[in-house]
């Protein structure tokens, strides 16, 4: 078997992040990650392992951050 073939039949696994890996990446603690999960500020996790939410990184990624670039206007 070539190692183009062995390549191709390897499978890419997604980057998982829990609370405290979203949390270094937004510059937050996870307790407010899961203030924002709770809000709905931040995707439904991807899923749990056992009672813990987890996300893929690319769905953390394209989100928007909660908090910034949304400014509402003031009356």
């Known amino acids: 078997m070539s190692d183009d ?3 191709t039949k ?11 890996a979203v949390g270094r990446f937004l510059g937050v ?11 709905g500020d931040i995707p439904k996790p991807d899923g749990h392992l056992g009672r813990t939410p987890y996300w893929f990184a690319d769905t953390i990624r394209e989100h ?3 908090g910034r670039g949304r400014s509402k206007p003031k009356d």
Do not use: L
């Open 29 to 39: 603690a996870a307790k407010t990650v899961r203030d924002y999960a709770t809000r």
């Open 10 to 20: 390897q499978q890419v696994r997604p980057e998982i992040w829990d609370t405290a």
């Open 64 to 66: 928007e951050r909660p």
């Open 5 to 7: 073939a062995k390549n």
